[in-house]
């Protein structure tokens, strides 16, 4: 490996890492070529322990990332914390160590303060704690190794297994732990990434779609921060049938937007081999000043052909039409019944930005917002008894720091008054003939007359013993019942109006490898969903055009076989869902003209500025931009392509 290459290399990913750190968020980049990878993961790992961060690494030959908890698992096995003994062996259990001789005394009640700095939450934290707060630490050792290894050990708290379901959440809350330990980020390596092109076509394309989803980064809020993740293969990986930039979402978030160069921070996809002649030594690292990470934070995500978490009227256009769609749709929903409404665009056209901007109006209009991707068709969306915890994990609610549900709850069951008022809630609703009054009734099971029993209050309401159950209509109900309890209680509690529900990703209904069947199933849900039995709801179907249209044609026959099965509620209806979804009046992401990309420019390099000052006016080229504009396919290649011009220019001065 070219030695030179290699220090720019290192030099871009270090700044990466830096800029993420200060944003806390995550990054995803591709690293391929045709030579050994070793000596540039070698120098990677150790640039990054030397600025203070953590390495984690993985084979996906070993386990791809269609078993997404195998790797989470390999990850926490491998990792190593800044100022640990290279020669000794690394883990999560070493980490825990290190931390907990450095606090000695003090480690239990300093692991816990810093746990709620960095909102560390769920299994990863229950175990974590035990660990520290035991006197030999070996059973608690075994059981954090069974927890990784997908294996249940009996505990006191309940606790979830680790398992495809939930490990994008465990590798969020492991990028926190790694920060609460004294880490100030992780740098992921996953290596032998060709595995994933030989996988068959249906695990080759949940692993794109876990991929794709790694990059959004979108987990209500929850999900990894402070980390740079390298996906590293062979030169081969753009150029083989099947590769990642044959899948259309994630290629649009991860191919090469600028032309050959030394390697500059954000990109999504770097050679390991030279591209150009190198006639430079790379730039130093800089820190980021604090008063700019709000810009980094919006600039690392428009990198990677993502709009910021937060929408921000800098990089909106053209959505003056959607306002007065979202206006109408919030009227109409403030009434018992609900809404439906399609919002229809292509790969890269601007929808995650729409819905972005509408979760900013529904929290703004007191609404909680609760988002549904379809992903795993037989384990999710069909089975809501199944997608409950998942679904309440990642609603964001329109309170401070968008704390979700399950935050407040322990909340309100932390809270002397408030208590009293959920009790007084769970009376009233349980002596009701609605659907949640069985959820209620079930809250106040074996508690005493005025009081709660908060084991029985969590269970309900954190529906983890849902995750495990079949899809019987029992246990469908059973979930229905308790969503329904919660935007009740939501209402009484928190004066939230009627929920804007998101279901986003819905192309993948049509993924390879997913049967009729399977979608058959999945519009039985929808027909809850979308079927008006959430009251006051706003409920939102984001897909593609050709995606509306198969299921238009498809959805009278699979409608049909499902009106006609003995075991559909009556809540489910898809009579409903069928009027609704041939009668929508899609909500077009409307393709920007000229004068709209022109006015998108501008603001990609405002924001270019606001991170790095004068650096990028030396990369200003006025005909180049216009020849962007011009030849711009969608909005968000143009935003990545200006945007990482500007990373060039800031970076080298070009």
């Keep these: 490996m070219d030695d030179r290459w290699l220090a720019h290399l290192v030099a871009s990913r270090a700044q990466t890492l830096e800029d993420v750190a200060a944003a806390g968020l995550s990054t995803v980049a591709i690293l391929s070529g045709d030579v050994a990878p070793e000596p540039a993961l070698d120098a990677l790992a150790a640039d990054a322990l030397e600025r203070g961060f953590a390495i984690a690494t993985c084979s996906l030959a070993d386990g791809g990332l269609h078993d997404l ?71 608690e050792a075994r059981r954090l190794h069974a927890w990784l290894g997908g294996k249940e050990m009996p505990t006191d708290v309940a606790m979830r297994p680790l398992a495809a379901r939930t490990a994008k959440r465990a590798l969020a809350q492991l990028t926190r732990l790694v920060r609460v330990l004294g880490a100030r980020g992780t740098r992921i390596v996953l290596r032998d990434a060709d595995a994933l092109v030989e996988l068959s076509g249906g695990r080759r394309d949940v692993a794109y779609t876990v991929l794709r989803e790694l990059v959004d980064n979108a987990d209500g809020g929850r999900g990894t921060v402070a980390t740079e993740i390298l996906v590293v293969g062979s030169g081969a990986l753009d150029r083989r049938a099947h590769s990642l930039t044959e899948h259309p979402a994630l290629a649009s978030r991860v191919v090469p937007v600028l032309p050959p160069g030394l390697p500059v921070p954000h990109q ?42 937060d929408a921000i009227a800098e990089l909106t256009v053209g959505m003056d039409e959607v306002d007065a769609r979202i206006e109408q749709l919030f009227a109409h929903a403030s009434n018992d019944g609900s809404v439906f409404a399609v919002l229809v665009g292509e790969y890269g056209a601007g929808k995650t930005h729409h819905l972005l901007h509408m979760e900013a109006r529904a929290l703004a209009d007191q609404r909680p917002v609760l988002r549904l991707a379809v992903e795993r068709l037989d384990e999710d969306l069909g089975n809501p008894q199944r997608h409950l ?103 009484r509690l928190e004066g939230c109006e009627g929920p804007v529900l998101i279901l986003d990703e819905a192309e993948n209904l049509y993924r390879a490898g997913v049967s009729r069947a399977e979608r058959r199933t999945a519009l039985r849900s929808l027909g809850f969903y979308c079927g008006g039995a959430l009251p006051r709801a706003c409920v939102v179907l984001a897909v593609t055009p050709d995606t509306l249209g ?42 920007l003209g000229r004068e709209g990309l022109a006015t998108l420019a501008e603001q990609a390099h405002r924001l270019a500025k606001d991170v790095h000052g004068k650096r990028v006016e030396r990369g200003r080229d006025e005909e180049g931009i216009a020849k962007l504009v011009r030849e711009a396919k969608t909005p968000r290649e143009l935003l990545r392509r200006l945007v990482m011009r500007g990373e060039r220019a800031a970076w080298l001065g070009e």
């Design 69 to 139: 908890d195998v790797v989470v698992g390999a990850l926490a096995s491998s990792l190593r914390v800044p100022g640990t003994d290279p020669g000794r062996r690394h883990g999560l259990v070493v980490a825990l160590d290190a931390f907990v001789a450095k606090h000695k005394k003090h480690a239990e009640e300093r692991f816990e303060a810093l746990a709620e700095e960095e909102a560390l939450a769920g299994e990863l934290r229950v175990l974590a704690s035990q660990y520290i707060a035991a006197a030999t630490g070996r059973t």
């Design 268 to 309: 999504s996809w770097v050679s390991l081999e030279p591209q150009v002649e190198i006639d430079r030594e790379p730039p130093s690292v800089r820190a980021i000043e604090g008063k700019r990470a709000g810009a980094m934070r919006a600039l690392v995500r428009v990198a990677q052909g993502l709009p910021p978490l």
């Design 389 to 491: 915890r998942r679904l309440i994990e990642n609603a964001a609610l329109p309170l401070r720091r968008r704390a979700t549900p399950i935050d407040r709850l322990e909340g309100w069951l932390r809270t002397p008054a408030i208590r009293k008022r959920l009790r007084a809630s769970l009376d009233t609703i349980a002596q009701g003939d609605g659907d949640a009054a069985r959820a209620a009734e079930r809250c106040l099971r074996g508690a005493e007359a005025g009081e709660l029993d908060d084991a029985a209050v969590m269970e309900t309401l954190g529906a983890v013993d849902l995750e495990s159950k079949p899809g019987n209509p029992s246990y469908r109900k059973d979930a229905y019942g308790r969503l329904l309890l919660w935007l009740d209680l939501l209402a």
């Design 550 to 591: 198969a299921l238009r044609e498809e959805a009278a026959g699979l409608l049909d076989e499902i009106e006609g099965q003995s075991t559909l509620l009556p809540m489910e209806d898809v009579a409903m869902l069928r009027r609704r979804l041939l009668r929508a009046r899609p909500i077009p992401v409307t393709k």
